[in-house]
């Protein structure tokens, strides 16, 4: 590594990145954290539901994995939303050692009212993106990102993403009509 690129440039490389990695994550978070709330979610507990649902039922260590969060966070977060009656915990006859989850049907609800409810009005980092259709005639792909992310996460990370962007492109499920967001804050309260 030495001899392709030196100190100097190493830092600033990993200041700009840092940097710019950071401040998208909070205007990410910011905008996931709004649309979450109204239904009594978390980011962690929403990413959760939605792994599970595009793997069609997943490992806690999958949902780590996949989630980037550590074990003991994916599974204390998925514990809360099994208390809820939103996942079900299941173990495989082939496969003892880990813990399997699945969407209930009313997880699998919520998740789905969630897609309907999302505005894109309402996500600063798409409203900030839109400059570039005008300028490419579409929204940007992340091609070198995605590389990066792939060296550092490896062939089954970018596996399970693609996958779920393809369920995401085949879904009917995102509706246009606003879900009910009283039906689940009543559902909720009498879990």
């Not at 979450?36 to 806690?60: R, T, V």
């Not at 996949?66 to 915990?89: D, I, Y």
């Not at 995605?146 to 089954?156: R, V």
């Not at 369920?167 to 995102?174: F, P």
């Given at each position: 590594?030495?001899?392709?690129?030196?100190?100097?440039?190493?830092?600033?490389?990993?200041?700009?990145m840092?940097?710019?990695?950071?401040?998208?994550?909070?205007?990410?978070?910011?905008?996931?954290?709004?649309?979450?709330?109204?239904?009594?979610?978390?980011?962690?507990?929403?990413?959760?539901?939605?792994?599970?649902?595009?793997?069609?039922?997943?490992?806690?260590?999958?949902?780590?994995?996949?989630?980037?969060?550590?074990?003991?966070?994916?599974?204390?977060?998925?514990?809360?939303?099994?208390?809820?009656?939103l996942?079900?915990?299941?173990?495989?006859?082939?496969?003892?050692?880990?813990?399997?989850?699945?969407?209930?049907?009313?997880?699998?609800?919520?998740?789905?009212a969630?897609?309907?409810?999302?505005?894109?009005?309402?996500?600063?980092?798409?409203?900030?993106?839109?400059?570039?259709?005008?300028m490419?005639?579409?929204?940007?792909?992340?091609?070198?990102?995605?590389?990066l992310?792939?060296?550092?996460?490896?062939?089954?990370?970018?596996?399970?993403?693609?996958?779920?962007?393809?369920?995401?492109?085949?879904?009917?499920?995102?509706?246009?009509?606003?879900?009910?967001?009283?039906?689940?804050?009543?559902?909720?309260?009498?879990?």
């Amino acid at each position: 590594m030495k001899e392709k690129i030196s100190k100097r440039e190493a830092i600033f490389y990993s200041h700009k990145m840092a940097q710019l990695s950071k401040a998208l994550w909070k205007a990410i978070e910011k905008d996931w954290q709004e649309w979450a709330k109204p239904f009594e979610l978390n980011i962690n507990e929403h990413h959760i539901l939605w792994i599970a649902y595009h793997l069609k039922g997943a490992s806690i260590s999958e949902i780590s994995k996949f989630g980037v969060m550590h074990v003991s966070t994916a599974f204390n977060f998925s514990k809360k939303l099994e208390k809820r009656g939103l996942l079900q915990f299941s173990k495989r006859e082939n496969d003892k050692r880990n813990t399997y989850i699945e969407l209930t049907d009313d997880g699998n609800e919520l998740l789905e009212a969630t897609l309907s409810e999302y505005n894109p009005e309402d996500n600063s980092v798409l409203r900030g993106s839109l400059p570039m259709t005008e300028m490419y005639g579409k929204l940007p792909e992340f091609l070198d990102l995605s590389a990066l992310i792939k060296e550092i996460y490896g062939e089954e990370y970018m596996e399970i993403l693609e996958r779920s962007l393809e369920n995401i492109e085949d879904e009917a499920s995102v509706q246009e009509k606003p879900a009910d967001l009283d039906d689940f804050k009543n559902q909720s309260k009498s879990s």
